[in-house]
C-alpha cells in the first residue's frame, strides 16, 4: 500500500514540478526576462505634414500568437497598432499594453504634433519599442513637403537624399535601435570626417584624428551635427554641438556618445565609466579618481597588447553591460574576474583588478572548498584566513580589523594588512615587501610566502594546488 501511495505522490509532484516550469517558461517569455533578447528590424515612415509628423513603423520578426509588452511614449496621438494584414491589435488580458501578434510583424501608427515656428528640434524616444526585445537594424525613409528647404540627419548613416519639386525623399539606414531624428530650417552640408557623417555649414572646417576615432567609427552609426540652431546635446547615435567646439572636445564628445550607445540597454550604467572608457581609448586621465584608479589597474594587470585587445574587443561589441566588460576582460586572461561589477557604483570603495583561478585547492590531502585560488600582478594567492584555519590555526581579526592573529599550539603570528612585516612568537620580523595583499577588505597571501612563513610544500597540477606541512 505504501509503495502504491508513493508511485502517485511522486507522479503528483511531478506533473506539479513540470506544470509549474512551463508556466514559468511561458511567463518568462511573455515579459521578456530570458537571458538573449529577442532580435527584431523596423522600417519607420515619417511623413512631415504642416503642424505634425504622421508615423508609420513596422516591426519585423515577431513570433506569430505570442503576446508582447509594448512601451509606448506619452507624446503620441491617434495611436494605433495593426498586423502585417491591417488586422487590429487584440489583448491577451486586461493590460491596455500587451497585444498579441498576429503574424511575424506589426505596424504602429501615430502623430507626434510640431509647432509650425520651429527652427529645430530633436527626436529621441519617439517610436514604439518592444520589451525584451533588441532592434538590430533600422531603416527610417522621411517624405518631406512642408520643411523641404531645410536638413534632415538621423543617429544612422543617410543612405539617399533626392530633391524633387514638390517634395524631398530621405532614406537612413543601419544598425542598432531607433536613432534619434534631427531636423533644422537652415540647410547644411553633409561631409564625410573619419569615417563619420558631418553635417555642417559651408563655412566650418572640421578636422578629427583618424587614429584617435577610427576604431569607433568601424563599429558606430554616429552622426553629428554643427550648428547654432540647436543647444549640445547627446541623441541616440547623434551628436549635436556649436560651431565654436574645437576638435580636441568634438573628439571627446563623439567618444562619449559612442560608449553611451553601447550602454543604450544597461540604464544603470554610471557616466564616471564612460568617461573612464573614452579616457583609455585616448590615453587621457579620466574625470574622476576612481576613474584613474581604474585605468591604472588594467594598466598593470594587462600587457600592452592585452589592453589594446581588450578596447579592440570591447568597441565591436553591438551593445555593452557591466557582465559584458568583465566577460570580455576574463576572456582575455583566460580567467574569470568581477572587476568591473565590484567597481561600477562611483561611491562605493575601489576594489583592484585580479582574476578568480578556476583550479581546486586541497591541504593535507582533504579538498578545501571554501578556498578559491585568485591571480593578481601573475601571481596566486589564496585567502590567508581560510588557509590559516584549514592549517589548524584559529585566526582572531583584531578590532582595527586590519590585523590578523594566528594562533595554534606555541605559536603565533600577528599579520598587518599595511605593514611590511610581521610578528612570529612576539619576535618582529621585517620584510622587503607585504606578504598580504589586501583586496576589498580580504586578506590575501601569496602561494611562495606560505611555503617560507609556514613551512608549507606545494604541488601544482593542472587542475589543483596540492598543499601539505613540509613534515607530512
Not at 513540470?18 to 511573455?30: N, P, R, V
Not at 501608427?109 to 525584451?132: C, I
Not at 583566460?334 to 565590484?342: K, N, S, V
Request: aromatic share 12%.
Amino acid at each position: 500500500m505504501w509503495r502504491a501511495s508513493f508511485f502517485i505522490f511522486m507522479l503528483l509532484s511531478g506533473s506539479i514540478t513540470g506544470l509549474l516550469f512551463w508556466q514559468w517558461k511561458a511567463y518568462s517569455e511573455q515579459t521578456g526576462e530570458s537571458e538573449e533578447l529577442m532580435q527584431l528590424s523596423q522600417h519607420i515612415a515619417v511623413e512631415s505634414l504642416q503642424s505634425n509628423l504622421k508615423v508609420t513603423q513596422t516591426i519585423k520578426g515577431l513570433i506569430p500568437d505570442r503576446e508582447y509588452r509594448l512601451i509606448i511614449p506619452d507624446t503620441f496621438f491617434q495611436w494605433q497598432c495593426k498586423s502585417g494584414q491591417g488586422i487590429a491589435c487584440d489583448s491577451g488580458d486586461d493590460n491596455p499594453y500587451t497585444f498579441l501578434s498576429n503574424g511575424k510583424q506589426m505596424v504602429f501608427t501615430y502623430v507626434l504634433p510640431m509647432e509650425k515656428k520651429q527652427k529645430a528640434f530633436l527626436l529621441n524616444d519617439w517610436t514604439v519599442s518592444v520589451h525584451g526585445s533588441e532592434i538590430k537594424h533600422s531603416l527610417i525613409t522621411v517624405s518631406d513637403s512642408n520643411r523641404k528647404d531645410g536638413t534632415w540627419a538621423a543617429g544612422i548613416p543617410l543612405k539617399a537624399h533626392k530633391e524633387m519639386e514638390l517634395i524631398d525623399y530621405y532614406t537612413f539606414e543601419g544598425q542598432g535601435n531607433t536613432p534619434s531624428l534631427y531636423w533644422q530650417q537652415a540647410p547644411l552640408k553633409k561631409v564625410s570626417k573619419s569615417g563619420f557623417d558631418v553635417y555642417i555649414d559651408h563655412q566650418k572646417s572640421v578636422d578629427l584624428k583618424a587614429e584617435n576615432l577610427k576604431n569607433l567609427a568601424e563599429n558606430s552609426n554616429i552622426s553629428v551635427v554643427i550648428t547654432n540652431e540647436y543647444k549640445k546635446s547627446y541623441g541616440k547615435g547623434i551628436l549635436l554641438t556649436g560651431p565654436d567646439t574645437n576638435n580636441d572636445e568634438l573628439e571627446q564628445m563623439l567618444i562619449t556618445l559612442f560608449y553611451k550607445g553601447k550602454f543604450s540597454y544597461s540604464p544603470d550604467i554610471e557616466d564616471w565609466l564612460i568617461d573612464a572608457l573614452g579616457s583609455q581609448l585616448r590615453d587621457r586621465k579620466a574625470g574622476t579618481e576612481k576613474g584613474n584608479r581604474l585605468l591604472n589597474e588594467l594598466r598593470k594587470e594587462l600587457a600592452d597588447d592585452e589592453r589594446q585587445m581588450f578596447i579592440r574587443n570591447m568597441n565591436a561589441e553591438d551593445t555593452l553591460s557591466i557582465e559584458r566588460l568583465d566577460k570580455i576582460l576574463g576572456n582575455i586572461k583566460g580567467r574569470e574576474t568581477r572587476f568591473f561589477a565590484m567597481n561600477k557604483q562611483l561611491n562605493k570603495p575601489f576594489v583592484p583588478l585580479y582574476f578568480e583561478y578556476n583550479r581546486k585547492v586541497s591541504f593535507s590531502g582533504m579538498e578545501q572548498k571554501s578556498i578559491n585560488v585568485i591571480y593578481k600582478n601573475g601571481k596566486q594567492l589564496l585567502p590567508l584566513k581560510e588557509m590559516a584555519e584549514a592549517m589548524g590555526y584559529k585566526v582572531e581579526v583584531l578590532s582595527d580589523e586590519e590585523t590578523l592573529f594566528l594562533a595554534k599550539g606555541n605559536n603565533s603570528y600577528r599579520f598587518y594588512l599595511n605593514k611590511n612585516f610581521f610578528i612570529y612568537n612576539e619576535e618582529d620580523y621585517g620584510l622587503l615587501e607585504n606578504p598580504l595583499t589586501n583586496l576589498n577588505g580580504t586578506a590575501f597571501i601569496e602561494i611562495q610566502w606560505l611555503e617560507t612563513l609556514f613551512n608549507v610544500s606545494v604541488e601544482e597540477r593542472n587542475d589543483e594546488l596540492a598543499l601539505t606541512t613540509a613534515l607530512e
